[in-house]
């Protein structure tokens, strides 16, 4: 083996010693643990026919996943003008950085005290209620709180700054030659963003869903504290299992139901997200 | 017959102050071969986005064939453009590169692809239509990116240092392969360059340009032969400027008090005589034209031909003969040199 190799090794070895121990391992024991029968330690795939054979696990399933997918469409649809606006818009360094501060700032808060910040706001007596009867688009105050539709609020909050960072370093990247050669070539600014930028700033908005997508779908303290109980997903139900129930076999094999039907999800994204012709 | 394009006092600002064009004017005929001219920050770059609609100009007009083209944006310009970075569609293969104009125009889809296989058979690529662009040489994209242009059959043409980014072989066949599709084409090129070999090989007239001005239009010989400035004699060919001086009104050399005769009158009195350094003779023995001897400095030999550097009386003087280093002259040898009046050009200072 040559010297170099070696070095390549050794340079590899404390990163996957850490993935090891502190990803791989866990991962282990969780599946083993969810293989095994909670009264008699057995090999049995009885957990898992529990959680796949009961109705109400489907839906529980269908809720998070719904609630996973509008999170990252939504995100998306706002991420993509904003991120537009920060890439191509603005012309100021200065306010240009102000800005992705501004998106940014929201990740150094806590979850917790962010998702807090909602219950707040959705309230019935809240800024959101308040400020939808004065305009008069409301008589009485809406249930925030306690439906998929608070829940989805809180998440798309949250996440949104992972979705414009993704898509903004995407538009960043396009040659904007590129836009001036569709334009030469005759295309309309419409025809341009649709077979242009829009195809070349996929990775950007893939990679972008991907995250939204894995982060909203195993997301627990903000639909925890926003549905008040009313709605259910299956990291709550992992939760339960594990901190209430005590039933580690159990909850094992929720979070590889989880686990396993997020990256299906992914993969597709990552699929439909490559861009044709890019070596 | 009326120009095809015709720019009239186009003057452009950047960031309020630096005039990136300042009144230029300009006329392309039908069928027109025209090189832009000029070291990197002239403006040639920018007249060319001036004239493809990316760049609105401050002050002036654009005329395309007896048309005011000047408000209208760049997709309704009937130019085209092949651009210096290529700048094609990496998410696309090579045939939809092509089609993209044509599909653009409203042109069917079988039609579009039927042009653009003619338009890729034009350049020598029609096997590679499936190709994206990033499994082709360099080589290939450029003529990709020139099909790209000529299937929309624009009347005019802009390339925007195209050849720039091939290596000198490739390139100067290109050169070639340009100039003669666009002799069958009929289509006006304008062709902006840095390299005064490339325009003057290609170019039916070349505009020269520095500091956003025009500083002489003239086919590639006028321009050779007599600039209209220091800075075009300068920056075409290599070119030996010599001081003058009138006594008893008649023009001399300073360094050597040759007269210039009747032609070099110009009107200013601070003239330079411009010598192409091939012009000078170099020989070992005294002639009967010599203006006297000069030492050897030095010699670059490059094969085809040889450049000598002189110190004549205090004044270096590059003089070049073709055929390398016939004279066996070595470094601090002294020579004898003929400064041929007839070929002298006055050029002001």
Known sequence: MSSRAALILKLAAVPMLFFTAFFLAPLGVVMTSSLMDASSGALSGVNYAKVLLDQYHWDVILTTFRIALFATMFCLLVAYPLAWYLVRIVRSDLWRRVCIILVIVPLFTSNIVRSFGWMIMLGRNGVVNDFLKSIGLVDRPVRFLGTEMGILIGLIYILLPFAVLSIGTALSRIDRSLERASKDLGATPAQTFFHITLPLSLPGLASGAIMVFALAASAYVTPALLSGGRVTVLPMLIYQQYSTVFNFNYGGALSIVLLVLTLALVGVANYIGRVKGER | ?349
Not at chain 2, 184 to 206: C, K, P, W, Y
């Open chain 2, 1 to 349: 017959m009326t120009a095809l394009l015709s720019v009239q006092h186009i003057t452009k600002v950047f960031q309020r102050k630096y005039k990136a064009l300042n009144d230029v004017s300009l006329d392309v005929q039908h069928g027109e071969f025209v090189a832009l001219l000029g070291p990197s920050g002239c403006g040639k770059t920018t007249l060319l986005a001036t004239l493809a609609g990316f760049l609105e100009p401050d002050a002036g007009k654009i005329i395309i064939d007896g048309m005011d083209v000047t408000a209208v944006p760049a997709h309704k310009r009937t130019l085209n453009t092949v651009f210096q970075s290529y700048a094609l569609f990496p998410h696309m293969t090579v045939l939809d590169n092509v089609t993209y104009g044509p599909l653009r125009a409203g042109i069917k889809k079988d039609e579009a692809h039927q042009r653009a296989i003619e338009a890729l058979d034009m350049v020598g690529l029609q096997q590679f239509y499936k190709r994206y662009p990033a499994q082709m040489s360099g080589g290939q994209r450029q003529r990709t990116a020139l099909a790209r242009a000529i299937v929309n059959r624009p009347k005019l043409l802009l390339l925007d240092e195209p050849l720039s980014a091939l290596d000198l072989k490739l390139r100067k066949r290109m050169q070639l392969e340009l100039k003669a599709l666009q002799e069958r084409l009929g289509i006006s090129f304008i062709f902006v360059t840095h390299d005064q070999e490339e325009a003057m090989a290609m170019a039916d007239r070349i505009v020269v340009m520095n500091n956003g001005t025009v500083e002489q239009v003239g086919t590639g010989d006028e321009i050779y032969k007599k600039p209209h400035s220091r800075f075009v004699a300068d920056f075409i060919g290599d070119a030996n400027m010599l001081e003058c001086h009138e006594v008893d009104g008649s023009m001399r050399l300073s360094c050597c008090g040759q007269a210039l005769g009747p032609a070099a009158r110009t009107g200013s009195r601070k003239a330079l005589a411009m010598l192409r350094p091939e012009d000078i003779g170099v020989s070992r023995a005294a002639t009967p034209g010599s203006a006297g001897t000069a030492e050897v400095d030095d010699i670059v030999n490059i094969g085809s031909h040889a450049t000598i550097y002189l110190n004549f009386n205090g004044v270096v003087i590059e003089a070049r003969r073709l055929g390398a280093n016939d004279l066996g002259l070595q470094k601090g040898d002294v020579v004898h040199i003929q400064l041929p009046v007839e070929r002298i050009h006055m050029v002001e200072q």
